[in-house]
C-alpha cells in the first residue's frame, strides 16, 4: 500500500495508510495575515494560526460505508517547525486516530426540511426562468 510517513521536528507523528484508502493526504495549513500586505481573515485579523492534519478516505468495495480517517487532525504548528513527510510503499501503518462516517444516514426529518427549502427556492425563482404565457419575454437557461 501506499502511506505517508509523517515526522515533525524529529519525532514521527504516524505512518498513515491502509489497504482500502482511496485518498491520503498530508498537509500543513496557514490561514491568517501572512504577509506585511495582507489583510487577514475572519478569524485571524493580525495574526496568523498554522496547522498539520494527515487523513484519507476510504474507497471500500461490496457497499460497505466509506469513512473519513484522521492520523493527525488539525495539531498546531509554529515558526520554525520542521515537518517532512515521505511517501513510501509499506505493508503495515498506524491505525487512524479518528474515524467518521463519509456518508452519513439522512432522517427523514432531515429529508423534508431539504425538500422545503428546495420547494422555497424553486417558487421564488421560477417567474424567473421559467416561460409562461404571461411571461413571454423571459429566457430558458
Known amino acids: 500500500m501506499l502511506a505517508l510517513e509523517v515526522v515533525l521536528n524529529g519525532d514521527r507523528i504516524a505512518v498513515a495508510g491502509a489497504d482500502d484508502l482511496n485518498v491520503l493526504t498530508g498537509m500543513v495549513t496557514a490561514v491568517g495575515k501572512l504577509g506585511r500586505t495582507a489583510s487577514g481573515t475572519k478569524s485571524q485579523p493580525r495574526g496568523y494560526d498554522i496547522r498539520l492534519s494527515v487523513g484519507g478516505l476510504t474507497g471500500r468495495q461490496g457497499g460497505i460505508p ?3 480517517v484522521r492520523w493527525e487532525e488539525m495539531k498546531k504548528l509554529t515558526v520554525g517547525d520542521e515537518v ?5 510503499r ?3 501503518a498506524d491505525p487512524p486516530n479518528h474515524l467518521i462516517a463519509a456518508e452519513p444516514k439522512h432522517s427523514e426529518r432531515n429529508e423534508r426540511q431539504e425538500f422545503k427549502w428546495v420547494k ?7 417567474r424567473k426562468y421559467e416561460r409562461t404565457r404571461a411571461n413571454p419575454r423571459s429566457k430558458e437557461r
Open 66 to 68: 466509506n469513512e473519513h
Open 84 to 88: 517532512l513527510i515521505r511517501v513510501l
Open 90 to 92: 509499506a505493508r503495515v
Open 120 to 126: 422555497s427556492r424553486y417558487l421564488k425563482l421560477r
